[in-house]
């Protein structure tokens, strides 16, 4: 019960601290975007879609294993880490040259060079602060995480707004960004040297690193092929239909991106314990997985319906220029539902030993994005990239859930059960909206649809008193 009592804690943690990251995120996100206009929001953003590709190559799955290993293993996590960052750093100088060379054959502009090189110094330290933290996920704690990912945002807002209303160029406002994972950097490693007595320091262990490297190749595979699945649409967009559509198309993304937060929180905290789940106890790893598909249901059907019916609205959010990227909202925001069951179902894979397979499902998802966005994108823009994502998050959902019954004995009429019940809620819920938004505030709308959703649904019994009694708890409960 333990375990069970932590998942709670560590996703209340993560969940609270994400919401708050991702409010001043997306507040950030919509100034910028009033005032950079969709063409430089889309030179910013093709900057850090170009590098994110590139950083997977610094870690290459190696993170995923770390936590995974030292939850099984925690008397082993200083040869653990000692032996991954000895990996690690090599494959960092070898990504750095190969996206300085590629962006300077690519034979962009100046200011896009200048703000690639700068957003490099940043996937630098986010890829090493990302490995500090698996380790410390590894000891089931998520709070010191849940601190850093607050400070992170606020010195980007803090740093970049100043930078913007001083009459700076894009070259600052990226710096912003750099300051802040310098930051992160350094209070990662010090937690992990301070309070685990963890040293900080490359040693290659080979007889610790030999399964690690073995281990390693699926999930690397898996972190190459998602990592370029999810930033290619932008850099394809650039190319294909310019810097004006990667701004439209960012507007969307931004929106969908920001909302995983909530299976990432819930995931964050959940993988580890499926890992000591699956060695241990079987039973109630399938109990776990019923309730994470259950949890992604519920939550997402509501925001995937809302935003649809409130698209319009959520645009003049931004200036007038971003209403073309209407469209792409409410395709992209059907992913959703998709988005947030494959969490808890790649969260079950990899925990299990599975991560071939989950990395053959994202590998063919892939292939399947790049055909796609190539035919999509230059006839349909940034709606094209959308409907690719949509289609892609499909695929990627129907190939892991095949999986899953060949792992564990889960009851999946329970979840089709509740899917169906959340349906039945969104869609009244939605219809509520609609008839609501003409003479109402968005968020006195948002408002009431939530009120509507949730009391239609626990009417119709798809979750119980007991259920909301346990999260509070979570959140109240000392440690």
């Excluded at 601190?147 to 710096?175: D, E, T």
């Excluded at 994972?181 to 007889?207: H, M, Q």
């Excluded at 106890?281 to 997985?289: D, G, H, T, V, Y």
């Excluded at 969490?343 to 892939?366: E, P, S, Y």
């Amino acid at each position: 019960m333990n375990k069970i009592s932590n998942i709670a804690k560590n996703t209340s943690y993560l969940t609270v601290a994400l919401v708050l990251q991702k409010v001043i995120s997306f507040t950030y996100f919509a100034i910028l975007a009033r005032n950079l206009g969709p063409e430089y929001l889309g030179k910013y953003y093709f900057a850090i879609a170009f590098t994110t590709i590139f950083s997977i190559f610094m870690d290459f799955g190696l993170a995923n294993v770390l936590t995974r290993e030292g939850a099984k293993k925690p008397e082993e996590a200083q040869g653990f880490l000692g032996s991954i960052l000895a990996i690690k750093i090599p494959l960092s100088i070898l990504a750095v040259l190969a996206s300085v060379l590629v962006i300077n054959v690519l034979d962009y502009d100046i200011l896009a060079r200048q703000l690639v090189y700068i957003s490099l110094g940043c996937v630098i330290l986010d890829s090493f602060t990302a490995t500090f933290f698996s380790m410390i996920r590894a000891f089931h704690n998520l709070m010191f995480e849940s601190i850093a990912s607050i400070a992170f945002q606020v010195i980007v807002m803090v740093f970049g707004l100043g930078a913007l209303y001083s009459g700076l160029n894009l070259l600052w406002i990226m710096a912003a960004l750099l300051l802040a994972s310098g930051f992160n950097f350094i209070y990662s490693a010090a937690v992990l040297r301070l309070k685990w007595k963890i040293k900080i320091w490359p040693k290659l262990d080979w007889k610790l690193s030999k399964p690690l490297i073995y281990i390693t190749i699926p999930f690397g595979l898996y972190a190459v092929f998602q990592r370029v699945y999810m930033y290619l649409d932008s850099v394809l967009l650039s190319l294909l239909s310019g810097d004006k559509s990667v701004g439209l198309y960012q507007v969307a993304f931004k929106i969908v991106f920001a909302l995983q937060f909530l299976p990432m929180a819930f995931t964050a905290s959940l993988y580890p314990a499926m890992s000591a789940y699956w060695a241990r106890n079987r039973e109630q790893l399938a109990i776990s997985f019923e309730r994470a598909m259950n949890y992604m249901i519920i939550i997402s059907l509501p925001i995937t319906f809302g935003i649809i019916v409130l698209a319009d609205k959520i645009m003049l959010v931004f200036k007038k220029e971003y209403l073309e990227g209407i469209l792409a909202m409410q395709i992209i925001v059907g992913s959703l539902v998709f988005i947030f069951m494959n969490f808890a179902i790649g969260a079950l894979l990899n925990a299990c030993d599975r991560q071939k397979v989950n990395t053959a499902n994202m590998g063919v998802v892939l292939i399947f994005a790049v055909v796609l966005n190539l035919i999509l994108i230059p006839r349909f823009g940034a709606s094209g990239a959308s409907l690719t994502a949509l289609l892609t998050n499909v695929l990627m959902f129907c190939l892991g859930i095949y999986w899953v019954p060949k792992i564990i004995s889960y009851r999946h009429w329970k979840v089709l059960k509740v899917f169906f019940k959340s349906m039945v809620s969104a869609g009244l819920m939605g219809w509520v909206v609609w008839y609501l938004k003409s003479g109402l505030n968005i968020f006195a709308d948002v408002f009431i649809g939530a009120l509507v959703y949730f009391v239609i649904l626990f009417l119709l019994g798809g979750f119980r008193k007991e259920d909301v009694l346990s999260i509070w708890r979570s959140f109240t409960r000392k440690a």
